[in-house]
């Protein structure tokens, strides 16, 4: 019978911390699920910009190919301007010592009538007698020195029109140059914005894989809580089972007692006199009332806090950038490996590692009221243990994805968060 009531009682005192476990593990698994939906919204609109900075980069890879092949036949009719300007250049020499080959021979022959003067003709004229043959001699200088002149005029025309050529390929090939750079630079422009787009796309990539990885654990984050859910449902669902079957047998064991009480009295009625009847109360005794050094509820305002550090978020401040979720709880800053005191006498009903709080413990304080501590480094408890007030609990640390040591500390009022602040005094 004893042992029936005492089973009841703990069943009733450990459901509140089910309850208010499956609470929050609703609550973190509809984060997580919009979280989800968020992230894969996200990974479309990567997609979609991905998409158009490849189409983009395409079309700048296109244009470049068809710039380069300008470029190349640019180069190739600037080698043969070369050529042809090498080859004029060649002409040009040997025209030029030609010329002056045949200025050096006119010069002197221009010398050699210079000092002769008339006086050639004079002999011609005197020495001739054939009048004939003076006259035909007179005529071949006349040929002689047309001839000369002729010559000469050529060369200068030659000379001439290669000057024009030599002017006009020098033109062409400026020309060229100053096409050939316009398309260096636009090539240059566009390796710049190949190089950007290269960039953008990779950065892309990184941000779709972080994405990925992101979005894949929160789907594990997801089953794990389904499954974290599901348990602590059954949890539930087989301790009302077990309270009302306790309930049911403690009820019968009662009556039954009663039952028997009655029947003695009224045997002992019969055989002796009358006595007046003594009433025995009937009240269960549930361990609910174990304080574990007194209630909780007297103790606000006066609680110990369980380490000593500054306070790093606040309760019901926003946690992080999330402005859906909230802080239920204290984050108090300390040193990796610091003690963890109970801030209350009570029972250890979880000392275990748990999604989001790493290694955490939960004291039952009795009549409703629980004080949990996460993001530990080590535990000192096991479930099960009872604990005096100020003991030693926990290490601090950073478990459970914490980037610095810091403890996890709040307060549970009948399945409901409620501000540590207001059970604990000001730290010394």
């Excluded at 007698?129 to 010559?151: I, W």
Aim: proline share 3%; with cysteine.
């Amino acid at each position: 019978m004893l042992r029936v009531l005492i089973a009841l009682a703990l069943t009733c005192l450990l459901q509140p911390a089910f309850a208010d476990e499956r609470a929050q593990t609703q609550q973190q698994l509809d984060a997580t699920r919009q979280d989800i939906a968020e992230l894969k919204k996200l990974l479309g609109k990567l997609q979609e910009e991905k998409s158009g900075v490849q189409k983009e980069l395409k079309g700048t890879e296109t244009e470049m190919g068809k710039l380069e092949k300008q470029v190349d036949a640019l180069q190739k009719e600037l080698k043969k301007s070369e050529s042809e300007l090498q080859r004029l250049d060649a002409e040009k020499k040997k025209l030029q010592s030609a010329r002056t080959e045949q200025q050096r021979l006119i010069a002197i022959q221009a010398r050699a009538a210079y000092q002769n003067g008339r006086q050639e003709y004079l002999k011609l004229l005197l020495n001739q007698q054939n009048p004939e043959k003076f006259a035909r001699t007179l005529t071949y200088y006349d040929y002689l020195s047309q001839a000369r002149l002729e010559q000469l005029k050529n060369f200068n025309e030659t000379l001439r029109q290669l000057a024009n050529v030599e002017k006009d390929i020098a033109m062409q090939q400026a020309q060229l140059l100053v096409q050939k750079s316009s398309l260096d630079t636009q090539r240059d422009e566009l390796e710049k914005v190949r190089k950007e787009r290269q960039q953008v796309l990779a950065k892309l990539n990184d941000d779709v894989k972080a994405r990925d990885q992101k979005l894949a654990a929160r789907e594990q984050d997801q089953a794990d809580l389904s499954k974290v859910l599901k348990t602590i449902e059954e949890t539930l669902a087989r301790q009302a089972r077990e309270a009302e079957e306790a309930r049911q047998k403690a009820l019968i064991a009662q009556q039954e007692a009663e039952k028997k009480r009655l029947r003695e009295a009224q045997a002992d009625t019969s055989d002796a006199p009358r006595k007046p009847v003594k009433s025995t109360p009937g009240a269960l005794v549930s361990s609910s009332g174990e304080t574990f050094g007194g209630p909780f509820a007297a103790t606000r305002g006066k609680l110990p806090w369980p380490v000593d550090g500054r306070l790093l978020a606040r309760f019901g401040e926003s946690r992080g950038d999330d402005a859906r979720t909230k802080w239920d709880g204290v984050m108090i800053s300390a040193a990796a490996g610091s003690q963890v005191h109970a801030v209350h006498g009570g029972r250890v009903v979880f000392a275990d590692w748990l999604r989001g709080a790493g290694l955490l413990v939960i004291l039952d304080h009795g009549n409703g009221y629980l004080s949990l501590y996460g993001h530990n480094q080590t535990l000192l408890k096991s479930a099960g243990d009872v604990v005096k007030a100020g003991e030693s609990i926990s290490t601090v640390g950073n478990s459970g994805g914490q980037d610095t040591p810091a403890l996890y500390f709040a307060i549970r009022q009948q399945g409901h968060p409620s501000d540590p602040a207001q059970w604990c005094h000001a730290q010394g």
